[in-house]
């Protein structure tokens, strides 16, 4: 609470009030000579510290009263962004109104970001299956992973950070979740056999998708556009359409990758596979629902990306052949292997050094 005084042998009215970041009791000069003005500022900035307003951080009447579908909006249209990266704004964005409604921005405080952390530590969301006869659509429940509240309230502090730097808003009042590293899950090789057998027997064009997806590590948006033109059999460079960049990358056509491009039955020009992502994705779920497994697509790069760590693939060559950006990113693959090395190593010194451990 602010408070107005006069200090002795001054002319001027001054106000006292708590920082809350020092900790320390503080005044600033009113400018007035007049009581009544510097009792009035004093009470207008207990005001402002209630709604946790810093003078030297006011947002305009006309933007205090916009509400956050509004912002987030001018948002969207000032960044510019790509069709796919402003759907990735979207789902979290539709979290946030679900959490604390379509507030006005003048009414926003740390509260609400409470609100939102606990949202998502207690949100279940519905996902699509099928039941053992696979006829009634049934709906499986589960929360909210700890990499999805990462990538959600990444996206979301984003948003805040936009709406600070143009004073909008006062505070970021997203708490950031950290993104947590896991172990590459892959499908099991006798899995992997079953999947093409499958696919060989009942489509063989599916077949070729879903092959050359493995084979090449495409992500799924890479797969669906690819073209003929990537396939340079003099050089034995396959190009590929970074969906995840918006550039080409060129990875070498290795043996296995070479023979099964030369067996493909392919057009002349053009996309390779006429099929779009969701088309693809609705295939992928399918094919698992009739062999009664539960992979998602994705793993099919992973699973080739370990594959190749695995009998011995250069590190500097798989970074390259899995498009990564960062060599982290690519350390996964090696991990389970330099873990087995590891042990293997110390067990085989623990035995020449004739330690008995028992």
């Not at 699973?303 to 760590?309: D, K, Y």
Request: proline letters at 2%; charged letters at 30%; hydrophobic letters at 35%.
């Amino acid at each position: 609470m602010a408070f107005a005084y006069k200090p002795k042998n001054s002319k001027t009215w001054r106000i006292g009030y708590y920082d809350k970041v020092s900790r320390h009791l503080k005044t600033v000069s009113t400018g007035t000579r007049i009581e009544a003005e510097a009792r009035k500022k004093a009470k207008d900035r207990s005001a402002k510290e209630r709604l946790h307003i810093q003078d030297s951080n006011l947002i305009p009447l006309n933007q205090s009263r916009m509400k956050l579908s509004e912002a987030f909006k001018m948002f969207l249209t000032n960044k510019n962004y790509k069709a796919k990266t402003a759907e990735s704004f979207k789902i979290p964005f539709a979290h946030l109104i679900q959490a604390i409604g379509d507030k006005h921005l003048y009414r926003l405080s740390y509260i609400d970001g409470l609100m939102i952390t606990n949202y998502f530590n207690d949100h279940i969301h519905k996902l699509k299956g099928k039941n053992d006869l696979k006829e009634i659509i049934t709906l499986k429940e589960k929360k909210l992973s700890i990499n999805s509240k990462a990538s959600y309230t990444k996206q979301l502090s984003t948003f805040f950070n936009w709406l600070v730097k143009l004073k909008f808003v006062n505070n970021n009042i997203i708490e950031r979740v950290k993104y947590q590293q896991k172990e590459v899950e892959i499908i099991p090789p006798h899995h992997l056999q079953l999947i093409f057998n499958k696919l060989k027997e009942t489509n063989q064009r599916n077949y070729d998708l879903i092959r050359l997806k493995y084979l090449g590590a495409f992500r799924k948006g890479e797969i669906t556009e690819s073209c003929v033109e990537d396939y340079d059999f003099r050089m034995k460079i396959l190009h590929i359409r970074n969906s995840k960049g918006s550039r080409t990358d060129s990875i070498p056509m290795i043996e296995d990758l070479e023979a099964h491009l030369l067996t493909m039955d392919k057009p002349e020009a053009g996309k390779t596979f006429n099929v779009s992502y969701e088309a693809l994705k609705s295939l992928w779920r399918r094919l698992m629902d009739s062999l009664g497994l539960d992979y998602a697509i994705h793993q099919l790069r992973k699973t080739r990306g370990t594959e190749l760590a695995e009998i011995g693939v250069d590190s500097y060559f798989l970074q390259q052949f899995m498009r990564h950006k960062r060599y982290s990113t690519t350390e996964q693959y090696y991990l389970r292997k330099n873990i087995d090395k590891a042990r293997e190593s110390i067990n085989q010194k623990l035995k020449l050094s004739k330690i008995d451990l028992r």
